[in-house]
Structures are given as C-alpha cells and as structure tokens.
Nanobody
C-alpha cells in the first residue's frame, strides 16, 4: 500500500498550494501512526518537511516553519500540507509517508514507509 501525494503544480513565488495524501487502498488505516511530509529538491537528498502524530502534535523543518501547516483527517484518512509564501527553494518532489505509532515525531526517513511517487511542486521567481 502506498501513500499517494497530489496537489502539486507550478506557482509563482509568494503563492500557495495545498497538498493531499491518501492511501492507495481506501481501507488502509493509519489513524494511530505519525504521518510525514518529505521533499526531494533537484539534485539533493530527500529531506523532512513536517510530521504529525496521532494526537495532532506537529513538527516542522526550520525552513518551512511559519509558512507550512500539516493536518490530518483520520476519518478519510488523509493528510494535508498547506504551503504558503512559497519561494523557489521550495521547488521539489513532495512525498508523504507513514511513520511509527509513537508520540515522538521522527524526521529521519528510515522511520517511515509506504512511500508513493510524490507530487512535483515548482515555484517560479
């Protein structure tokens, strides 16, 4: 089962996008798991963007703090990433993934699984 991200696109600097992520199998449940958003900028390694645990506690990378907001709807189940004040450095393929059922939100990719293909976000200057 993969977590499929959608909602990417081309946007001008200063603009906004709202990404969504849902399981490829609708009956797949991750209501007790941490969910994370990651991105891979061109020519760089995949990096942590934001995470949310089952209680709704969140963690953000310093580079997106104050601009991005992660949220989740366990009933669907879906996780979102609202991205505001985008800049060209946010250009990347964005992925979501399932983390462990813990209070702690890990930022390392090794704690996450069920990666999908990602969605491209391109921010023009």
């Amino acid at each position: 089962v993969q977590l499929q991200a959608s909602g990417g696109g081309l946007v001008q600097a200063g603009g906004s996008l709202n990404l969504s992520c849902a399981a490829s199998v609708r009956t797949f449940s991750f209501s007790r798991n941490t969910l994370g958003w990651f991105r891979r900028p061109p020519g760089k390694e995949r990096e942590f963007v934001a995470g949310i645990n089952w209680r709704g506690r969140t963690l953000y990378a310093d580079s997106v703090k104050g601009r991005f907001t992660i949220s989740r709807e366990n009933a669907k189940p879906t996780v979102y990433l609202q991205m505001n004040s985008l800049n060209p450095e946010d250009t990347a393929v964005y992925y979501c993934a399932k983390g462990p059922p813990t209070e702690v939100i890990y930022s390392a990719t090794r704690y996450y699984s069920n990666w999908g293909q990602g969605t491209q976000v391109t921010v023009s200057s």
